[in-house]
């Protein structure tokens, strides 16, 4: 993941009056623009060069002005994450006095070096890259299931990676992509063949994964891909498990456009060369048993899940679909003193952004997540399908989800299984 710097600076009339392209804007767009904004990836229009940038100068103020880029949905009260795409005042300050002042050029010898992307990576070139074995047509109009396919990773022993990402295919008809790792004898998915891609039984997908006895306990999420959302890079001494004779299992979300396509999607892998100190997993504070009435313009759903092992918070990522309206996450603590997590007042479905805590939150046995959302169900709401309709959990982006998504770092030597068991009741009298 692209880390994104944040210079602080003094700012003077006479440094606003010779305020340049190559000395003062490109640095900030290298920074905070680059890894979406150039071509192969989601930003509608290169940002590498002034050529590049200077038609949509004025586009790029407006922009920044009402806080719609660089995306970031955090309410900056709550927490400190270490992937804040949010400008400083003073960048801010810099880049409207350069638009206000015609966007001049500059001299290019005051340009930075230009970042040295991986073409079609932002991980870096992967040490290990697994591909759909065969291609998925997409229709150009239609309704199309979630498919699934499996792909052997034919690892011999465990295996660590320290980070991961997607690529899709075809931008256009992929509309996310999650790679999960399923271990070896797992039961999630035994009636599909590798290699397939298929549509499986609903029962064998929406298993909690955090309960001991459904097919889906030990899966893990390696890496996701979705509108807006950052490849996954871990902190030094941090990797996902991908144990020996496990498999990479891609959920794909296809949406059609009205043009027929295809989409050959992958995921590359930078296995960890350092020593791994902590284990990465991807849990879930989920609630599928809602119903928001027609026209609810403020529907409030809860979910929650208690930790039994001391664990560190690393990673937050809100999810619903177009009537999402806030989603709050809260920690609250076994002494019962509580903590806001991350706020999200203004959720846009259209940016799937995780936040990554800085530093890592210590969440100590007993400590419980909860999670508040809200749902606009109105015809206030201009993304919303149709409020005339009662609407409950499914797969497509018109039906709704809420899931509070969150990454913790336990010891590598650690029983998943402890996360989850609850201690015993003491029955001892006296």
Not at 87 to 96: N, S
Not at 160 to 189: N, Q, Y
Not at 279 to 308: C, H, Q
């Amino acid at each position: 993941m692209l880390r994104f710097a944040v210079c602080s600076l003094v700012v003077s009339a006479a440094a606003l009056a010779a305020t340049t392209y190559h000395k003062d804007i490109e640095p900030i767009l290298q920074n905070n623009c680059q890894g979406c904004h150039r071509p192969g990836e989601i930003g509608p229009m290169s940002f590498l060069t002034y050529k590049d940038v200077r038609p949509w100068a004025k586009a790029i103020k407006a922009a920044v002005l009402e806080q719609k880029m660089p995306p970031w949905q955090a309410d900056p009260h709550f927490g400190k994450f270490r992937n804040d795409r949010t400008l400083t005042a003073d960048q801010k300050t810099l880049l409207t006095s350069w638009v206000d002042s015609g966007a001049p050029e500059g001299d290019p010898k005051d340009a930075p070096k230009p970042v040295a992307f991986t073409e079609g990576w932002n991980i870096g070139t992967p040490d290990l890259v697994f591909e759909m074995p065969r291609s998925f047509d997409v229709p150009p109009q239609g309704t199309i299931e979630y498919q699934y396919v499996i792909i052997p990773t034919n690892f011999t022993q465990d295996t660590w990676v320290k980070a991961a990402e997607v690529r899709p295919g075809s931008r256009t008809a992929v509309h996310h992509v999650i790679a999960f790792i399923r271990p070896k004898g797992s039961r999630w998915l035994a009636g599909l063949k590798p290699g397939e891609i298929s549509v499986p039984p609903k029962v064998e997908r929406k298993a909690k994964r955090e309960d001991e006895g459904s097919d889906l306990f030990g899966v893990d999420l390696l890496v996701g891909y979705a509108p807006g959302l950052q490849e996954q890079v871990l902190a030094p001494g941090s990797a996902k498990l991908v144990p020996a004779g496990a498999d990479i299992v891609l959920q794909l979300h296809y949406t059609t456009t009205g043009k027929a396509t295809s989409d050959l999607s992958k995921v590359g892998m930078l296995l960890a060369k350092e020593p791994v100190t902590k284990r990465v997993l991807t849990l879930s504070a989920a609630n599928g048993k809602f119903a928001i009435p027609p026209f609810d313009p403020n529907y409030e759903v809860t979910s929650e899940m208690t930790l039994w092992a001391d664990t560190q918070l690393v990673w937050l990522m809100p999810h619903m679909h177009l009537r999402g309206k806030d989603f709050r996450y809260k920690a609250v603590y076994p002494t019962g003193e509580s903590q806001v997590l991350l706020n999200v007042p203004k959720y846009d479905f259209n940016w799937q952004i995780a936040y990554e805590p800085e530093p890592a939150i210590t969440l100590p046995k007993g400590t419980r997540i909860e999670c508040l959302a809200h749902f606009d169900n109105s015809p206030n709401n201009a993304a919303n399908p149709d409020p005339k309709k009662e609407v409950r959990w499914g797969d497509q982006t018109w039906e709704e989800m809420m899931i509070g998504w969150f990454g913790v770092a336990i010891d590598p030597k650690m029983n998943i299984r402890d996360l989850f068991m609850a201690p015993k009741p003491d029955h001892k009298t006296d």
